[in-house]
């Protein structure tokens, strides 16, 4: 749910909500500033409240928006809570989702995001120990590794002079096979007069 275009801060967001989605929204909202490290700026991002490395700090994005970490939105059926590192990072979705089964929760759960109807829906401590758990810093770091792996990335290093892993692996087939050639020439003589 979109929230209307005069909505321009997260507090704004939430009284713009209905009674009932208010205080959801607001009670993980609490959460989610109370565990967030620093170096992450609370913002409206993509019509949601998000937590994101602002701009004035790392501009140089794929798309031009902040890079987002965490966000938190009112949907028209449900409540959505976008745990970014729970996409980028195996080990954060395995931690998530045994959260659920220790609290005897259903995980109701897209790529990233957590649907949820109340508060009680989340087991809240292991949540927000996942968002504490990546540094501003460290999430820079992922996100420029995440994007070293997609065309435009493998581009730029190419066009830096860097070798790509897969210009790496096909120096490393070469000098495989090279050696393989140097053995079999050694066995196998090569006579001079055929």
Excluded at 62 to 79: E, G, W
Excluded at 104 to 126: I, R, T
Excluded at 159 to 173: E, F, L, N, T, Y
Excluded at 186 to 193: C, D, E, L, N, V
């Amino acid at each position: 749910m979109k929230p209307p275009s005069n909505v321009k801060t997260p507090a704004q967001y939430i009284a713009s909500l209905p009674t009932d989605r208010w205080k959801t929204i607001a009670t993980v909202r609490a959460l989610v500033n109370k565990h967030i490290p620093r170096g992450y700026d609370e913002c409206l991002v993509w019509g949601t409240i998000g937590w994101t490395i602002p701009l004035s700090r790392y501009p140089d994005t794929y798309n031009k928006q902040p890079i987002c970490y965490v966000a938190l939105s009112s949907q028209k059926n449900y409540c959505s809570l976008y745990l970014m590192g729970a996409f980028w990072s195996a080990s954060q979705l395995e931690q998530l989702k045994a959260a659920f089964k220790v609290a005897g929760k259903k995980l109701d759960m897209g790529k990233c995001c957590v649907h949820f109807e109340s508060p009680d829906d989340l087991p809240l401590e292991a949540i927000g120990n996942l968002i504490a758990a990546i540094s501003s810093e460290k999430w820079i770091e992922m996100y420029e590794q995440s994007r070293l792996r997609t065309k435009a990335g493998q581009a730029q290093v190419a066009k830096q002079g860097a070798p790509s892993a897969s210009k790496r692996a096909a120096k490393r087939v070469n000098r495989a096979s090279t050696r393989d050639q140097s053995k079999v020439s050694k066995r196998h003589p090569r006579s001079s007069g055929r």
